[in-house]
């Protein structure tokens, strides 16, 4: 017994000798605390043991509790510094320096977010004068929890200077850069976003149990990692084979089949990744791309060349059941084609992809390229293939396995990446996300307030709320089609009706053909302008046009807008208002003529429409020839002023 009692008593010594005195990872040199608010500072160190925080003039003191918790409340203090934080217990104590108080913005969503300074228009010029601009960048490391923790797995704050600022998120960048500006201040940045995650990953697990639209999908999350497993294997089988018994494939089999045989198989893009397609997501393994391409019968005798853009994997293709590649293809790779290759019809490009992409930033599976680098080209014409209409399918008949990732559950995000973060004082949140949520745009009206109402609880604060509605990225199918980033803009735009939120219009400066579209400067300014506005009371930025009515007679729409009393323009040398369409009490809509009125509204017929009863305006998902601005160049709003149901309507998170 004796021995036992020596061995506890050991363990528990040293236990309590290795319980240093710590503080959250974001507490450190360098850091900015924000300005005019009550500042807390939190750590672990011995139980019981005292704490005294020391800083700009104030001395505050604490006592940890029975697990070594400790936190102190600092007063609010203007801006200013740099300043020294001493924080001792006993013999220890911590030093931290150059230390400012300014304002503290979360930049937080997916990959447009995330996406660093280096990659975007003007880095070279911003490089330069970087270390004359007083911002500082505290970025969250990536992590996933299935259970919410108390500290971040690392990070520090990093002044921008020419070294560190292409490492920086530069939306967040140029969205401080023009605080500091206005403000004159420093603008510190908590960095903490992860690239193609859903909504639902950064909301928590007790906000789902208390939403009716989640409640019970949440009570269905799994707690353990081999229940994740099971989950996420079960949806690919289901996703995959829509609900019908698993088939082991093999491209001998697939390969004899006719173009229609693959109708039912789930769609696919190209370029893209499999990490960003449905339930595909995190699924490591081999599998089946296959694109029908229908030619006029002449093309059979023509010879032809095929680009399947940058792609670089291990893969085999078949066109029309005929072997015509078997091995690795190296970027830029182009397969002349003699004549007889296709036939008139629809033809089937079939392809086994028996490797992930080799080149890591190109992440796993799928074709890849830059959007105009996928074709196949004839003497008279090229036929385009980067488009969302490949179909895919996983190879379940071999090796398989799973990357446990963010969208295989919700919560996971928040859990290790935004409640570790609180309560640290912060002047507000930029928010740039939705890619993800597209396919499911009509929940998102419920999910995304709910986000935003969860962190403003979690920080017992009204935050101010600003995020970015998605830009133009993919097809310019009308709104017969219908579009899912179209119903993504306008449950963006909805969630205005909450207090203290703010959207950056930026439809006009996306790319079609690449979904992380580099003008970052215009996206990080026009989030500045709504904090400058919203926020910080100033006056002078102008707002984006937001649909506010409109009317039906005599043959034509009347429009009417908010935010449009300084004036309407029309960016078009022949003076053409496009993006516009009618539709009658069939619900089929046209393509419609617009113009500009003298009071600023928008006056839209159509001759195919003779009674209009709805309007729409750049609903597609890459709506590039909308032109309707500000005179301060400011892009119009997507709208729709109808409320007919859209093609997301039911789909839901599971």
């Not at 009692?5 to 450190?28: D, E, H, R, V, W």
């Not at 969503?109 to 660093?116: A, Y």
């Not at 323009?569 to 046209?590: M, N, P, Q, S």
């Not at 009125?597 to 429409?609: E, G, H, I, R």
Request: hydrophobic share 40%.
């Amino acid at each position: 017994m004796r021995p036992l009692f020596t061995a506890l008593l050991i363990i528990g010594l040293f236990l309590q000798a290795s319980a240093q005195l710590t503080t959250a990872k974001l507490f450190g040199s360098h850091m900015v605390l924000q300005r005019n608010q009550p500042v807390t500072i939190w750590g672990w160190s011995t139980k019981n043991a005292k704490i005294m925080v020391s800083f700009n003039g104030q001395q505050v003191s604490a006592k940890a509790d029975a697990k070594g918790n400790w936190k102190v409340l600092l007063k609010p203090m203007e801006a200013g510094g740099p300043y020294e934080m001493k924080i001792s217990s006993g013999n220890e104590q911590l030093d931290y320096t150059d230390i400012m108080m300014g304002e503290v913005w979360i930049c937080s969503g997916q990959s447009n977010m995330e996406f660093q300074l280096k990659n975007a228009y003007g880095f070279k010029q911003e490089q330069k004068n970087a270390a004359q601009m007083p911002i500082r960048q505290f970025h969250v490391p990536d992590k996933i929890s299935l259970q919410p923790e108390q500290k971040l797995s690392g990070g520090e704050w990093v002044k921008a200077d020419t070294n560190t600022v292409g490492d920086f998120t530069a939306v967040g960048y140029f969205f401080a850069k023009k605080l500091a500006q206005n403000l004159h201040v420093t603008v510190g940045l908590i960095s903490s976003n992860w690239g193609g995650t859903q909504v639902e990953d950064w909301i928590s697990k007790d906000a789902m149990l208390a939403s009716p639209g989640l409640n019970e999908v949440a009570k269905s999350l799994p707690t353990n990692w081999d229940d994740l497993k099971i989950r996420i294997d079960k949806q690919l089988k289901q996703y995959a084979y829509r609900n019908q018994p698993v088939v082991n494939y093999t491209i001998d089999g697939l390969a004899g089949e006719p173009a229609s045989f693959f109708s039912t198989w789930q769609n696919g893009n190209a370029p893209g990744s499999w990490e960003w397609m449905g339930k595909l997501y995190s699924y490591r393994g081999e599998g089946f791309m296959q694109r029908t391409i229908k030619l006029d019968s002449s093309y059979s005798k023509a010879k032809s060349v095929l680009h399947l853009g940058t792609t670089d994997a291990d893969m085999a293709l078949y066109i029309n059941g005929k072997l015509i590649k078997n091995g690795s293809l190296a970027p830029g790779y182009q397969l002349d084609l003699p004549a007889g290759a296709w036939k008139g019809g629809d033809n089937s490009l079939l392809i086994q992809l028996l490797s992930k992409q080799k080149k890591e930033t190109w992440f796993g599976m799928g074709i890849n390229g830059i959007g105009n680098d996928i074709n196949i080209q004839f003497a008279d014409t090229t036929v385009n293939m980067a488009d969302g209409y490949w179909k895919t399918m996983p190879d379940l008949s071999k090796p398989y396995h799973f990357d446990f990732l963010p969208n295989n559950t919700a919560s996971m995000l928040y859990n290790s990446m935004i409640k570790p973060l609180i309560p640290y004082a912060i002047a507000g949140v930029i928010w740039y996300q939705g890619e993800s949520n597209a396919d499911r745009s009509c929940q998102y009206r419920t999910s995304f307030p709910l986000l935003i109402a969860d962190w403003r609880s979690q920080w017992k604060s009204d935050l101010p709320f600003l995020f970015v509605q998605l830009s133009s990225f993919g097809g310019f199918q009308n709104s017969n089609i219908g579009s899912g980033w179209a119903e993504l803009r306008e449950a963006q735009t909805l969630t205005l009706q909450l207090p203290n939120t703010g959207m950056a219009v930026t439809t006009d400066i996306g790319d079609a053909f690449n979904i992380h579209p580099k003008d970052k400067a215009d996206v990080g300014i026009r989030l500045a302008n709504k904090a400058l506005t919203i926020t910080y009371h100033l006056t002078g930025f102008t707002e984006s046009p937001l649909y506010s009515s409109s009317e039906f007679k005599d043959g034509y729409a009347l429009v009417n807008f908010s935010h449009a009393e300084n004036g309407l323009i029309v960016k078009d040398k022949y003076g053409y208002v496009r993006g516009f369409e009618l539709a009658g009490a069939d619900h089929k809509f046209y393509y419609a003529q617009a113009v500009i009125t003298a009071d600023n509204k928008v006056k839209v017929w159509c001759s195919q429409v003779p009674q209009p009863v709805a309007v729409r305006y750049a609903w597609t998902d890459a709506p590039i020839d909308a032109n309707l601005f500000t005179k301060d160049g400011i892009p119009v709003s997507a709208f729709r002023s109808d409320s007919w149901k859209g093609i997301t309507e039911g789909k839901k998170f599971e």
